[in-house]
């Protein structure tokens, strides 16, 4: 219950995502890391969202019966759901592998003084949403947000903002394209 009402808010954010083609689409707003130095100097990051949009050649409701195989087959834990918006996803959930893949796969959040890339070391916040809109040729638009932050897991300093690599996007899109087909193509 509690991912459908936060999946309510996300749907006023992501509303005017996408019309009909990807060039149509604009990412949600960024998020903004504050991060305070010795001395009190301040440093402002800026994140945007991964967006990732595909036009698949398939009405909109079978796209949309294909996203809950589609996350299962991702493991993406506590989805939700917001029908009248076509959006599907899971919000904040503490994510430590998907696809059975570490997490730099996906997402860059920098590099530990170990050289072991932090998305793999750190704890990771993600959140990844799929809204569907009406596409060309009776199509459908499938517009695929990332976002992800990261903490050190022994410490509590704040956390860093992750930049998503677009595999993920991708990925989403080509699984729905692997159910939709019944299990043929590029699920692999």
């Not at 019966?65 to 506590?78: H, N, S, T």
């Not at 998907?98 to 998305?119: F, W």
């Not at 750190?122 to 459908?140: E, F, H």
């Not at 695929?144 to 990925?171: D, H, I, M, Y």
Request: proline letters at 6%.
């Amino acid at each position: 219950m509690q991912a459908i009402c936060r999946l309510t808010l996300v749907a006023l954010v992501l509303a005017g995502c996408a019309s009909s083609g990807a060039s149509d689409t604009a990412p949600e707003p960024e998020a903004v890391s504050r991060v305070s130095f010795e001395g009190g100097a301040v440093v402002e990051m800026h994140n945007a969202p991964g967006v990732g949009a595909r036009d698949m050649p398939a009405p909109i409701d079978s796209v949309w019966m294909a996203l809950p195989r589609v996350y299962e087959m991702l493991g993406i834990p506590d989805v939700g759901a917001e029908p009248t918006q076509r959006i599907y996803g899971s919000m904040d959930f503490r994510a430590r592998r998907i696809e059975g893949k570490r997490l730099s796969t996906y997402i860059d959040c920098g590099m530990g003084t170990t050289a072991v890339p932090n998305a793999d070391d750190y704890q990771v916040t993600m959140s990844v949403l799929t809204r569907l809109t009406p596409g060309q040729d009776n199509g459908t638009m499938a517009i695929t947000t990332v976002r992800a932050t990261a903490r050190p897991r022994a410490t509590n300093r704040n956390p860093v903002s992750c930049q998503s690599k677009g595999t993920l996007e991708s990925r989403v899109a080509d699984l729905v394209m692997y159910v939709l087909l019944g299990g043929r193509g590029n699920g692999a």
